[in-house]
């Protein structure tokens, strides 16, 4: 079995920061790419960034500049620091992972979510 576990959401207003963190425990041979999607009410769950085992990361387009995703292969955790916080990046932030267990077989995992409130 695997777990993603997050922390770290919220309440901040405009303009301020918050760093989520997830820690993925179980039976990890690997894990691959890790990513924090969100969801905000009545929308589609998005990506908003993504980083490879190798530390390639990427960002949709409205959170470049602000918020910054990093990893520890050591520890399996990987952690989204979000900067220059905007109330339209309110929603529930879900951790992703794409792991190989130790039964050989590599399955696409989620967190619980976390909320992040920003207000105006």
């Known amino acids: 079995q695997v777990q993603l576990v997050e922390s770290g959401g919220g309440l901040v207003e405009a303009g301020g920061s918050l760093r989520l963190s997830c820690a993925a425990s179980g039976s990890i041979v690997r894990i691959n790419a890790m990513g924090w999607y969100r969801q905000a009410p009545g929308k589609q769950r998005e990506l908003v960034a993504a980083?490879?085992?190798?530390?390639?990361?990427n960002y949709v387009d409205s959170v470049k500049g602000r918020f910054t995703i990093s990893r520890d292969n050591a520890k399996n955790t990987v952690d989204l620091q979000m900067d220059k916080l905007k109330p339209e990046d309110t929603a529930v932030y879900y951790c992703n992972a794409d792991i190989l267990t130790i039964f050989m077989k590599s399955s696409n995992y989620w967190g619980q979510g976390t909320q992040v409130t920003v207000s105006s």
């Open positions: 980083i490879t085992g190798g530390g390639s990361a």
